[in-house]
């Protein structure tokens, strides 16, 4: 299993290195049931790429989680077939591996889970079913060879438990570290930092509360606890609707949603998952890490900067009935702002750019 952890990392690194170089993350847990391979990586890299498993041959994975831009997209909200616009921004697949849930709803628990909601999504994919996909990979012979090569199986025995699982072991190299935030919290190296980053890395885990979300350990730091929160964000696609849809979601949460449009479906953030009152409008905390890369911020798109998202904490996010008492205004001074900032910057990995579709 080193071994194996030592050859996925230099999978996604500018120049091949020991595992004991990538600084701050944790030990990589690879499921039992779907070990990593050579081959079925680059399997899950050709299924990623391949815009054939969509309704009009235009979309693929790489769509809305592009390379240059940490494996995001650059946009508000995820642009699908013919054009559609989702719900919802792309989330960065760097550092999913690492996650215990998918989706900013937390709706999947695996990689391997997540990678079949897509598909049959009719604004990402807008496949009617997962046959379709099966259908391509069956008339391929590139295809058949890679999952004879790497299950040991032929045409008539590949389902999409093989495809998923090729997929994710793909998502599974999207690593990186190596920020100059590591080397100066985790590894003790100065002057790494500037003095207004480590101002700003002092009022992240202090006066800001940054870090009781985004958590910073001893020995690594995801920048997420995995957990859900109302913030605000959004909330108001909800207002007018919400009295009526509690009246009914005390008695019936399914039929209270089904009585929504898609905008205020959307809106119900953990909610959908849970059933939980109290997670009406929570939204999982979002890695940090390469944050200077994947512009537009929140759940929704919504803001085009990280001074915005500042500025939006600093006031204490959008009142609501839901608002998590964590939130509430932190009183910054404009330099204390501007730190915060420019520590976020220093969460961007070298290696970034390594990461190939």
Not at 53 to 67: D, E, L, P, R, Y
Not at 79 to 102: C, E, H, K, Y
Not at 155 to 171: F, L, P, R
């Amino acid at each position: 299993m080193k071994k194996l952890f030592l050859t996925l990392l230099t999978l996604i690194c500018v120049t091949p290195v020991n595992a004991e170089k990538i600084v701050g993350l944790p030990a990589l847990s690879i499921p039992a049931n779907n070990p990593q391979s050579t081959d079925k990586i680059a399997l899950g890299k050709k299924l990623f790429n391949d815009v054939r498993f969509s309704s009009n041959g235009t979309v693929s994975c790489a769509s809305c989680h592009q390379t240059n831009k940490a494996f995001s997209d650059g946009v508000p909200k995820a642009i699908g077939i013919n054009g559609l616009i989702g719900q919802r921004n792309s989330p960065t697949l760097v550092n999913a591996a690492f996650l215990s849930s998918l989706f900013h709803d937390g709706r999947r628990q695996s990689l391997e889970e997540q990678a079949l909601d897509p598909l049959t999504n009719p604004v990402e994919h807008g496949l009617e079913n997962h046959l379709s996909v099966l259908d391509v990979i069956r008339q391929d012979p590139s295809y058949l060879k890679g999952f004879l090569s790497t299950f040991g199986i032929t045409v008539e025995k590949i389902d999409m438990n093989h495809v998923v699982k090729a997929i994710a072991s793909y998502e599974r190299t999207l690593i990186s570290g190596n920020s100059r935030f590591d080397y100066y919290f985790l590894k003790g190296k100065r002057p790494v930092l500037t003095i207004s980053e480590a101002r700003g890395l002092r009022t992240f885990r202090r006066k800001a509360n940054c870090a009781n979300c985004h958590e910073i350990s001893w020995d690594h730091a995801l920048f997420t606890d995995n957990r859900f929160y109302n913030i605000g964000v959004g909330f108001d696609t909800l207002r007018l609707v919400l009295p009526e849809f509690l009246k009914t979601a005390n008695q019936d949460a399914s039929q209270a949603i089904a009585q929504l449009k898609t905008p205020q479906k959307a809106a119900l953030g953990r909610f959908i998952v849970s059933r939980q009152l109290k997670d009406i409008g929570a939204y999982k905390t979002p890695t940090l890490r390469n944050i200077a890369l994947t512009a537009p911020y929140m759940h929704d798109g919504s803001m085009a900067t990280l001074e915005e998202v500042v500025e939006y904490y600093n006031k204490g996010g959008e009142k609501n009935e839901f608002l998590n008492p964590a939130i509430f205004p932190l009183h910054l001074s404009e330099q204390e702002k501007e730190d915060l900032v420019a520590f976020m910057k220093t969460l961007t990995s070298p290696n970034i750019h390594s990461v190939k579709n």
